[in-house]
């Protein structure tokens, strides 16, 4: 399964640090992402890294603020955020692709205050 950690409540122009482990699975993951839903709002993609560290699907909204990075020997990937600003409100999905098949994770809240 992928557990999700760093969530949580910041003020408009901080910084959060979004962690997600994926751990159970007999294969290594090969990409490994992030999306986001806002309330009313369809999900998004917002970063894609592979498992040789090639990052690929910014979102344009994030680009020069977000960074996806991964440890693949810990099946972990992470997302930086900074400059945080209110559109940035969402729940933050982690998601595991292991042999064509897409794995969730159960969410984590980012709320950035105005």
């Known amino acids: 399964h992928l557990v999700e950690s760093g969530g949580g409540l910041v003020p408009a122009g901080g910084s959060l640090r979004l962690s997600c482990r994926a751990s159970g699975f007999t294969s290594r993951p090969d990409s490994m992402a992030w999306y986001r839903q806002a309330p009313g709002k369809p999900r998004d993609l917002v970063a894609r890294?592979?498992?040789?560290?090639?990052?690929?699907d910014y979102l344009d909204a994030v680009k020069g603020r977000f960074t996806i990075s991964r440890d693949t020997p810990r099946d972990t990937v992470s997302l930086q955020m900074n400059s945080l600003n209110a559109e940035d409100t969402a729940v933050y999905y982690c998601?595991?692709?292991?042999?064509?098949?897409?794995?969730w994770g159960q969410g984590t809240q980012v709320t950035v205050s105005s």
């Open positions: 890294i592979t498992s040789s560290g090639r990052i690929s």
């Open positions: 998601t595991a692709n292991i042999r064509g098949y897409a794995w």
